[in-house]
């Protein structure tokens, strides 16, 4: 879900155009909160992947 998030960044980046909307933008407020306070989750979930992949 997180790089679902960041793509919509990374799209913006390589093509410069926009197709924003209240919508959209209330979406990418709301998803970013929850993104935002669920990202620590993931840090223990990446170094656990690591151990893994080691």
Same mark, same amino acid.
């Given at each position: 879900? =997180? %790089?679902?998030? =960041? ?18 933008? %209330? %979406? &990418?407020? @709301? @998803?970013? =909160? ?9 840090? &223990?979930?990446?170094? %656990? &992947? =690591?151990?893994?992949?080691?």
């Amino acid at each position: 879900m =997180i %790089l679902i998030f =960041i793509y919509q960044y990374y799209k913006y980046y390589n093509i410069k155009e926009s197709d924003d909307n209240i919508i959209k933008s %209330l %979406l &990418f407020l @709301s @998803s970013g =909160i929850i993104l935002g306070w669920t990202n620590e989750n993931m840090f &223990f979930a990446q170094c %656990l &992947f =690591i151990l893994v992949i080691v």
